[in-house]
């Protein structure tokens, strides 16, 4: 089955900078990578997905590339700001239903 | 849309009691995930229904867990008995289809003492 790593484990960073968030992928065939947002005591928020036919994905201060010959994709927060501190999960899927996720990432944002 | 629904959103418990956890799915989505979320394992598929049939209960732990989806637009989460082991947070998520994004519901956290 598939396998996600996700690195790193924490991240702390001061406001204003930038975050980056790194998984790698095992199954070859995936072609789906969402990354959910959790907060503490909350439940998982997408907050930007890409599928395998582009390269790269921005949303206002997030964005996401993909590099499918090394079989990895990124998060990059910029400008930083305090309520971007949370958990972010990193997932694949190739083409069904089975998400399988990162371990998990906690980004400190500190003011 | 009101989101997914998961009633209770905490429960505790004492080992050996039977444990029922629900889940409303948005309107109109007929596929549905029940996740279990632990500090030492992460986020884990536990079953997978699309159009109310389970499709995938190959991570349901073991016979004490159990999961039905009569209609559309309920499911249920059973552990009977239920062990300390089992405390963790249980997620349910919804999509439109089982390829789409998938939406969580607020969790339920299960303490079993």
């Known amino acids: 089955g598939e396998n996600v790593e996700q690195h790193p484990s924490t991240l702390s960073v001061q406001e204003g900078d930038s975050a980056v968030i790194k998984c790698t992928y095992s199954d070859s065939a995936s072609n789906y990578f969402p990354w959910y947002k959790q907060e503490l005591g909350k439940r998982p928020q997408l907050i930007i997905d890409i599928r395998s036919n582009v390269g790269e994905k921005k949303d206002q201060r997030i964005a996401v590339t993909l590099n499918k010959t090394a079989k990895h994709f990124s998060l990059h927060i910029t400008e930083t700001q305090p309520e971007d501190s949370a958990v972010y999960f990193c997932?694949?899927?190739?083409?069904?239903?089975?998400?399988?996720f990162g371990a998990g990432t906690t980004v400190t944002v500190r003011a | 849309d009101a989101g997914v629904i998961q009633s209770p959103r905490h429960e505790v418990t004492e080992m050996g009691q039977e444990v029922t956890l629900r889940c409303k799915p948005i309107s109109g989505h007929n596929s549905l995930f029940w996740y279990r979320q632990t500090m030492m394992r992460g986020l884990e598929l536990l079953i997978y229904f699309n159009n109310n049939v389970p499709i995938d209960d190959s991570g349901m732990p073991e016979d004490r867990f159990s999961a039905k989806m009569p209609n559309a637009s309920f499911s249920t989460l059973k552990i009977q008995p239920s062990e300390p082991r089992d405390s963790a947070v249980y997620f349910c998520?919804?999509?439109?289809?089982?390829?789409?994004?998938?939406?969580f519901g607020p969790g339920t956290r299960l303490t079993v003492l």
């Open positions: 997932a694949a899927s190739n083409d069904d239903y089975k998400l399988s």
């Open positions: 998520a919804s999509s439109l289809k089982g390829t789409d994004t998938q939406y």
